[in-house]
């Protein structure tokens, strides 16, 4: 199993980014999946969810308006478009897969919002 993020950088505030998932090793279409965030010093928080279907989405009240979750099964991919960036959303941001069996992570991708 493998979940493996891309597209994390550094951006001016207002400026956006788009971060992949890129998934292998499991029924990605059956998955549940979501995207977690850990600033320096922090606790992992949530950020943002998408149905296996992509019917259903839940953003945290944080980035809500801002960001997107996207997924693209035919690709095994799962996206977060993020606009708007504010230095407060500087953090290693994690995808996370929701299977029927258990939860598998990525390994981050770094997120830097500084002008």
């Known amino acids: 199993v493998q979940l493996v993020e891309s597209g994390g950088g550094l951006v001016q505030p207002g400026g956006s980014l788009r971060l992949s998932c890129a998934a292998s090793?499991?029924?990605?279409?059956?998955?549940?999946m979501s995207w977690y965030r850990q600033a320096l010093g922090t606790e992992r928080e949530y950020v943002a969810t998408?149905?296996?279907?992509?019917?259903?989405?839940n953003y945290a009240d944080s980035v809500k308006g801002r960001f997107t979750i996207s997924r693209d099964n035919a690709k095994n991919t799962a996206y977060l478009q993020m606009n708007s960036l504010k230095p407060e959303d500087t953090a290693v941001y994690y995808c996370?897969?929701?299977?029927?069996?258990?939860?598998?992570w990525g390994q981050g991708t770094q997120v830097t919002v500084s002008s």
């Open positions: 996370k897969a929701l299977t029927v069996r258990e939860a598998y």
């Open positions: 998408i149905s296996s279907g992509g019917g259903v989405r």
């Open positions: 090793g499991f029924s990605f279409s059956s998955s549940v």
